[in-house]
């Protein structure tokens, strides 16, 4: 009859239950430091006050106002980071696709403007109210682009004569038709709004365009935009921001 011995017993259970505990803590730690390092809370459970935002991008418009504006209709504070082209330099290497703009977002970090609109949009509910909104919403935004990269030379440019030179080779062939464009989908709108019954990046990307050509067009032979202009530019938070934001030629 075999004995058997309890404190040997005792030893064998006790470091069966370690292993066992040190295995869990290991795999519990490893769960820990994927969350940690992917720490992207889920769509449609964000609390954006919370989050702390960098905003980085030129001393100009550019491809960064559109965000600039979503902050502001928001009423969300960010630090608008405004580089020199010295510091551009040392920056380039170390951005997502060596451009800006970019956006922090409490250590995470997001290269591309239309992806931070995308981003910025559905975290402060300006993406439309169900998907066929949101996919009409990112149409708009891919058309006013395709103008946009077609006005980066005039934008750019600071010689008074060849600006205009431009921008005359570029009316008749692309800023004619935006602007009889959308005057016609807010003719046709019954909210006011370029997609849908209320304030979407949409908006605000064409809002954003019409003023960049402010100066060189005349909005009293579209009464719609101008209409669309007027109501955009004094919504809360668009108004003041308008107001004090730095004068750039860009």
Do not use: C
Not at 77 to 93: A, C, F, G, Q, V
Not at 127 to 134: F, I
Not at 217 to 241: C, D, R, T
């Amino acid at each position: 009859m075999a004995i058997v011995n309890n404190s040997h017993i005792f030893i064998v259970l006790m470091t069966f239950i370690t292993m066992n505990f040190v295995v869990e803590a290991a795999s519990s730690n490893a769960n820990q430091a994927i969350t940690s390092e992917n720490s992207i809370k889920p769509k449609g459970k964000l609390q954006p006050q919370m989050e702390k935002y960098t905003l980085t991008y030129f001393n100009g418009r550019g491809r960064a106002e559109v965000i600039r504006l979503l902050f502001a209709l928001a009423n969300v504070s960010y630090e608008d980071n405004r580089i020199t082209r010295d510091e551009w330099k040392y920056l380039k290497p170390r951005t997502p696709f060596g451009h800006v703009p970019m956006l922090n977002v409490s250590g995470n970090v997001l290269g591309e403007s239309h992806a931070i609109e995308l981003l910025l949009g559905g975290r402060f509910g300006l993406l439309g109210t169900n998907d066929w909104e949101e996919a009409k919403i990112m149409a708009v935004v891919l058309n006013i682009d395709e103008l946009f990269q077609k006005l980066i030379p005039w934008t750019h440019e600071k010689n008074t004569t060849k600006k205009a030179e431009l921008f005359r080779n570029l009316s008749e062939s692309d800023v004619m038709p935006f602007l009889g464009r959308y005057e016609k989908f807010l003719k046709e709108s019954t909210t006011g709004h370029i997609v849908g019954n209320k304030v979407s990046v949409a908006d605000l990307t064409v809002f954003n365009m019409l003023m960049t050509l402010d100066d060189e067009v005349k909005l009293e032979e579209y009464p719609q935009l101008a209409s669309f202009v007027n109501k955009i530019g004094q919504m809360p938070g668009i108004k003041e921001w308008i107001k004090k934001r730095p004068k750039t030629y860009f």
